[in-house]
């Protein structure tokens, strides 16, 4: 067995109702005087009150910032860094989706004032220390609050990623409870992005593909495969969001140590050009990069696939891969998301400057099963047009 890392969250905390111990958590944590990092829709949901009612109540000071945007740029976190610092917090506390936690992880090391965000930028580039740091997840997509990974919007559309262990937060705090108002087409986005961490996280060729990732990757997909279409369909429905929510911790603490690859890669520019949500523009590639790994990532997707799609069991070899691609584009159209990138309004002479796009993605694509040139990224963007 060849050698591997992998590195989690210290504290993860799971059950229904659990946003009830965040003061405690928060005060025997980091302190009596904390940062909320959370974002303008969380507010009007009314869970952010219910956050500040429990910090309150457990006598924590709290600065809050709800200025975070969907694929958050730089300035905003900078401004978050400098805010927490000038009020002198101890820790920091991300609350709502993956852009919230990315950005309340990057204030949390930012905040102590010994590192500058154009340097941390890359794989182990920030070395710490950070402020004690909380992570309470309102959807089930991102896995942010068990990755080491921040992801950043820099110029107009390009992304780039802060990845250190530094990054992993003390406490993950989940509470299926707060999943239930996501509407069916954020649930369906986000699920399907964790079920893409998944597949990416066991098909991996990083030299740090681990046997603890594919464990988690399969009991991620055999969670989430049974609820997607429960959840999207049913909001309410608390054994389905509940398996959405822990499914999706899984694929994330799968792809935290075993990288993502070409999906991500060819998604990101469809977020930064046209502020696709990262969950829907995973959705719109995946079939296609599937359809071109599977020459090379053959017997991962023969694997995976009945961990999904049980009755995918009876087929063998290639007639169970092209099924199992196939019915991943099947429970995205079932879910009611869009299919194509022409149903996203996006044009054909936009696809080459996506393809020379994604070539900037080299943190992921090195992860890629099968080597992506710039022609096949065209070709992958053609297939989903």
Known sequence: M?????????SIQFGA???????ELALGTMGNRVFLVT????VATGIVDQALTHLKAAGVEVTLFSDVQADPPEAVIQTAADMAREAGVEGVIGLGGGSSLDVAKLVALLAVGKEELKSVYGVGNAKGPRLPLILVPTTSGTGSEVTPISIVTTGSSEKMGVVSPVLLPDIALLDPELTYGLPAHVT????????????????????NNN??????????LELMGPALLRAVQNGQDADARADMLLGSMLAGQAFANSPVAAVHALAYPLGGHFHIPHGLSNALVL??????????AHHAYVDLAPHLFPDLASLEGQERVAAFCDRLAALSADCGLPQTLRDMKITEDWLPKLASDAMNQTRLLVNNPRPVTEADALAIYTAAF
């Open 211 to 220: 046997p603890l990732s594919r464990t988690l990757a399969t009991q991620a």
């Open 17 to 23: 109702g659990s946003l009830s111990r965040l003061g």
């Open 2 to 10: 060849s050698p591997f890392v992998f590195n989690t969250t210290k």
């Open 287 to 296: 079939p296609h990069v599937l359809r071109f790994n599977a020459v090379t």
């Open 188 to 207: 369906a986005a986000t699920g399907i992005d964790a079920m893409v961490h998944a597949i990416e996280a066991y098909a991996s060729a990083s030299a």
């Open 39 to 42: 974002d303008a829709g969380m």
